[in-house]
Nanobody, 114 residues
């Protein structure tokens, strides 16, 4: 069983930036494509950013050009840099595998509001 621990959330004004971190037990990041997901109140969880085991990235249209997913060289942490935040980015953010995500962590909340 893998444990994901997300951190870095908070309250930020529109146009602001935040950086999330995700740590997981084991060497999962070097093996599996990883993603950041988010779930806004009353909405289904959606995938917003993906990083493959080779380091290639892909983004949902809603965050393209504003969010950047990355992984540290030791492959122990996955990051999500979020710039130009909008109120519609308000959600709980989670990291997990791309394929068959499971063992969801508690996530980290971001609220974008003036």
């Amino acid at each position: 069983q893998v444990q994901f621990v997300e951190s870095g959330g908070g309250l930020v004004q529109p146009g602001g930036s935040l950086r999330f971190s995700c740590a997981a037990s084991g060497t999962i990041f070097s093996i599996y494509p990883m993603a950041w997901y988010r779930q806004a109140p009353g909405k289904q969880r959606e995938r917003v950013a993906v990083i493959s085991s080779a380091g290639s990235t892909n983004y949902a249209d809603s965050v393209k050009g504003r969010f950047t997913i990355s992984r540290d060289s030791a492959e122990t942490t996955v990051f999500l840099q979020m710039n130009s935040l909008k109120p519609e980015d308000t959600a709980v953010y989670y990291c997990n595998k791309v394929v068959a995500p499971s063992d969801w962590g508690q996530g980290t909340q971001v609220t974008v509001s003036s």
